[in-house]
């Protein structure tokens, strides 16, 4: 039986307005609707596709405050057989780095895995370097990028599609895998699915329950913070030329002055 572990994530939905908080200049998530990445629906697709292939278990691992609940019930209500939920006020800012361990320490806790699946990069930090961490702190190989995914007894094997082409890797199990937009089209939740998942279990756990350094995690041991932010400026009105014979002139000389050609 495979034992598949998908990562996702509550984000800020793409189409509501997204701001920093004032104070500490991280992202503002009350301030927006918020919804279980695409990315991570196509990545929970791509784990029930794998179980029904053949025998196996999906659970489905996400970081985050209370909220983020309904991002994991989004996720059973697809087919995920159980959630885990780390959730501590005192993860609140925690960068990659600290992301990674928490995600490793859950997975660890949780009686290990033969598969990791994460989406490529999540839409809100797009940092990308996720799997890849995780892979590493967890000691097994890394397959990302992927456009298909298929596991033959002990052995994953992937499609990698990048810029440059594809690849075909390979690798024995456990692994992490994380997957592209292409990869699938998830399915939609049924109404069984969601009665259903109100049944699952879902696992909550804190810092301390992961047996993590608090003083690894959290805004104020983040590698990186930012120091000041304002909002975009609105678009100005453009300069309207009316052609009268000379509007290829006008546009030069326009140009000219903005030192563009």
């Not at 009268?244 to 030069?252: A, I, Q, S, Y």
Request: hydrophobic share 40%; no cysteine; net charge negative.
């Amino acid at each position: 039986m495979t034992n598949i572990v998908v990562l996702v994530k509550q984000v800020p939905d793409t189409y509501s307005e997204r701001k920093l908080s004032s104070g500490d200049h991280t992202l503002d998530r009350e301030s927006a609707d918020a919804v279980l990445d695409e990315i991570n629906e196509k990545a929970v697709e791509e784990a029930l596709k794998i179980k029904e292939a053949g025998e196996g278990e999906v659970t489905v691992l996400s970081m985050g405050p209370d909220r983020a609940t309904d991002a994991i019930r989004k996720a059973l209500s697809m087919g995920a057989d159980k959630a885990i939920h780390v959730s501590d006020e005192g993860l609140r800012g925690s960068d990659i780095v600290a992301t990674v361990k928490v995600l490793a320490a859950a997975i660890n806790k949780a009686g290990g895995f033969d598969l990791v699946i994460a989406g490529n990069e999540a839409s809100d930090g797009r940092g990308g370097a996720v799997p890849a961490m995780l892979a590493e702190v967890l000691g097994v190989p890394q397959l990302t990028h992927a456009r298909t995914v298929s596991v033959e007894g002990s052995t994953v094997k992937v499609d990698r599609e990048t810029d440059d082409g594809i690849t075909h890797l390979e690798a024995n199990l456990p692994a992490v895998v994380s997957v592209g937009e292409k990869i699938n089209e998830p399915r939609y939740p049924s109404f069984k699915g969601i009665m259903a998942a109100k049944k699952k279990p879902v696992e909550k756990l804190t810092v301390a329950d992961l047996g993590v350094d608090a003083g690894e995690v959290g805004l104020d041991n983040a590698w990186s913070s930012v120091l000041e932010a304002s909002p975009k400026p609105p678009r100005e009105a453009g300069q309207r030329v009316e052609d009268e014979g000379d509007g290829g002139t006008k546009v030069v000389e326009y140009l000219v002055g903005q030192k563009l050609v």
